[in-house]
């Protein structure tokens, strides 16, 4: 899957929910891997922030990305929107301290990447595969987020509150591709109880019953509404039930989950790449969806390349009697047993490493190793598979090598290995030569990598 942008720029226009201010932003087609910036251009020098979980300074309703002096708050509806849609690269221009509320939800910035469309590009996405159970707990507050390994990303959120209003609410999002009809447009929320205390924290300034849901599961004194009323700036109201007090009626009757769940969404997506896994929230928020995404984020950085998801119940793509229609190499220098993902630019092969390769006579008696020139004659064939796959007729065809360059091996293989061999070109094949980045691993680990060039010969 390539990489994706917006085919042409738009805009939203609002109120900031706690500056009150009125915001303007602009989002950007960005070129390959550069993944979700900000840029706060009503400031000298037009700082940019990139909207990563390292970036993030406050999670005190919303979440604030920060460097230095630099700060855009309530950005995790907006990035939300642009995960939901597959988009990797966008560059946010806004000329204030925040995001715009719009109407509390995602739904404004969904429909404007719908209208302005999506442009591929040319680099390959760069999935993070969640492969074992990652889970993080927060004893105070009782919040669980757990990922779970799945073929793609869905999500499943459950809430909690004290509120004879509120119950307790759970949301499912299957399918991303569902996100605009089930999730978009579900709205931000809060309590008439909390309302008073968030504006004397400097917060919520910009906050109306147009743009949050209102929940009044409390009675409160009439006095003490007029109070909220006149700190909002809003007209005074007068409130005898208990309920929702906006004058557009729930979308859903579970809004709030759902909308919890476009902040997982949109915290998540601060992992820096798109990730396949099920995320279960229990109790979210943002300050633990941080921590949750920081811990996800430490893995993917000291990652340099997963290794690939491996089943050996599954059917190869090529088994070794077609490898043999496309090499030349015979016993005992086969050293690829069967592909098992092959695409125009790169290829995953398997070597099961057993104690009767005949080089384990010499190489060592004693403490048998696996050579690494032959790691990387490995990776070479697999490159070979790769070339050859995809010419009319490949047995007229050999590939040898022109050079080799950056070689690391980082640990040894022995007998009862599977080496896992995943070999991409660099750059277009030209002129009959192939430049490849190989890696091999066992298990999870990178044992060998290696760059080299390769040239196609016909066959005399």
Not at 122 to 141: A, H, N, P, V
Not at 188 to 213: M, P, S
Not at 311 to 338: A, C, M, Q, S, W
Request: hydrophobic content about 40%.
């Amino acid at each position: 899957m390539k990489q994706l942008t917006l085919k042409a720029p738009f805009s939203v226009r609002g109120k900031g929910l706690h500056s009150g201010m009125d915001i303007t932003a602009t989002f950007q087609p960005a070129p390959d891997n550069h993944g979700y910036k900000f840029k706060r251009i009503d400031l000298e020098g037009e700082p940019v922030v990139d909207a990563l979980a390292e970036n993030v300074v406050e999670t005190t309703r919303g979440t604030v990305l920060g460097k230095k002096d630099v700060k855009i708050s309530t950005v995790e509806h907006a990035l939300a929107a642009l995960y939901a849609a597959g988009i990797d690269n966008c560059m946010i221009e806004v000329n204030g301290p925040e995001m715009p509320i719009l109407d509390g939800s995602a739904i404004e910035y969904v429909e404007n990447i719908e209208r302005v469309g999506l442009e591929e590009q040319k680099e390959d996405k760069d999935f993070y595969i969640i492969k074992e159970k990652i889970s993080l707990r927060d004893e105070e507050s009782g919040s669980v987020l757990t990922f779970y390994p799945d073929d793609n990303f869905s999500v499943e959120v459950m809430v909690e509150y004290n509120s004879r209003i509120l119950p307790n609410q759970f949301a499912i999002l299957d399918d991303l591709a569902e996100f605009h009809q089930e999730v978009a447009s579900a709205r931000t929320f809060v309590f008439v109880r909390e309302i008073e205390q968030l504006l004397n924290h400097g917060l919520i300034k910009g906050g109306d019953i147009d743009n949050a849901i209102v929940i009044y599961d409390e009675p409160v004194s009439q006095e003490k509404i007029d109070n909220i009323c006149a700190l909002m700036g809003v007209p005074t109201m007068e409130v005898t039930n208990l309920g929702y007090i906006n004058p557009t009626p729930l979308k859903w009757d579970n809004e709030p989950a759902r909308h919890k769940l476009m902040d997982v969404i949109g915290d998540l997506s601060l992992i820096g790449r798109p990730v396949k896994g099920r995320v279960v929230a229990i109790r979210p928020g943002h300050t633990i969806n941080n921590k949750f995404t920081r811990m996800i984020r430490k893995e993917v950085r000291h990652t340099e390349i997963q290794s690939p998801y491996y089943n050996p119940n599954t059917e190869p793509v090529i088994d070794v009697n077609g490898i043999k229609k496309l090499l030349p190499h015979r016993y005992p220098f086969l050293l690829i047993d069967k592909i098992i993902d092959i695409d125009k630019k790169h290829c995953v092969a398997v070597k099961n490493v057993t104690v009767n390769e005949p080089f384990f006579q010499g190489h060592f008696p004693q403490e048998p190793v696996m050579p690494g020139v032959l790691q990387v004659e490995a990776m070479a064939q697999a490159a070979g598979v790769l070339v050859l796959n995809y010419l009319e007729e490949p047995e007229k065809y050999s590939t040898y090598f022109l050079k080799i360059d950056n070689v690391k091996f980082r640990q040894k293989v022995v007998p009862g290995n599977t080496l896992l061999l995943n070999v991409a070109l660099m750059t277009e094949i030209r002129r009959g030569c192939a430049v490849v980045k190989g890696y091999a691993f066992v298990g999870e680990k990178v044992v060998c990598e290696a760059e080299f060039m390769a040239q196609i010969i016909k066959n005399k």
